[in-house]
């Protein structure tokens, strides 16, 4: 069975701090990982990689996959309270019309 | 340029009643997908459709139906509301292998 999971579920951290979260995965056709951010709302788009060793950035946002040991990475350096939010990371798959599979997700809480 | 929109915003129902999430996309995309996102659970599948005029289970597809009743919109529909089904439901799109881009969601309660 196709799997996804992230850790820590939650995590609370000071304004300034560094973060990493994590996300490990197993899946038979493995196509792409993405992350994404959730606030009050929908969901949006932070980073696809396909491929291992090869760091996305964003601002203070980073992440990078190692498909050996299948797992990926985001990290958020000096972190404000606008970051506080669920990190929501999914694997696309190669086959099934490119579905994604969902981990449960990270809450971040930032505080002042 | 609205990107994916779904209504309504809120709903509550009481069991056994009948309602239908409408969720149309303007971004010339193939692929729309339902989703449900309940609390520690993470954004589970309900239904998805590859393309106008096809529609796949997902993960937890029982008491729902769906329509692609076109490119640019695809219905959720109730036929007998639960409590179980409780949630907040979103709409996705994309373009085969592109990222998907999500509605602001439905959060419904059922009494």
């Known amino acids: 069975e196709d799997k996804v999971v992230q850790s820590p579920l939650s995590l609370v951290v000071h304004e300034g701090d560094t973060v990493t979260l994590n996300c490990s995965y197993e899946?038979?056709?493995?196509?792409?990982l993405l992350w994404y951010k959730q606030e009050k709302k929908a969901p949006t788009f932070l980073f696809m990689l396909?491929?291992s060793g090869i760091e996305k950035k964003s601002g203070r946002l980073s992440s990078i996959l190692d498909k050996k040991e299948l797992f990926s990475i985001l990290n958020i350096t000096a972190t404000q309270t606008g970051d506080s939010a669920i990190y929501l990371c999914a694997v696309q798959l190669s086959h099934s019309n490119y579905q994604l599979i969902w981990g449960a997700g990270t809450k971040l809480i930032i505080k002042p | 340029n609205a990107g994916v929109t779904q209504t309504p915003k809120f709903q509550v129902l009481k069991t056994g009643q009948s309602m239908t999430l409408q969720c149309a996309q303007d971004m010339n995309h193939n692929s729309m997908y339902w989703y449900r996102q309940d609390p520690g659970m993470g954004l589970r599948l309900i239904y998805y459709?590859?393309?106008?005029?096809?529609?796949d289970k997902g993960e937890v597809p029982n008491g729902y139906n769906v329509s692609r009743l076109n490119k640019r919109e695809f219905s959720l529909r109730l036929e007998s509301a639960a409590p179980s089904q409780t949630s907040v439901y979103f709409c996705?799109?994309?373009?085969?292998?592109?990222?998907?881009?999500f509605g602001p969601g439905t959060r419904l309660t059922v009494l």
């Open positions: 996705a799109s994309s373009s085969y292998t592109d990222t998907q881009y």
């Open positions: 459709s590859a393309s106008e005029g096809t529609t």
């Open positions: 396909t491929s």
């Open positions: 899946v038979t056709n493995f196509r792409s």
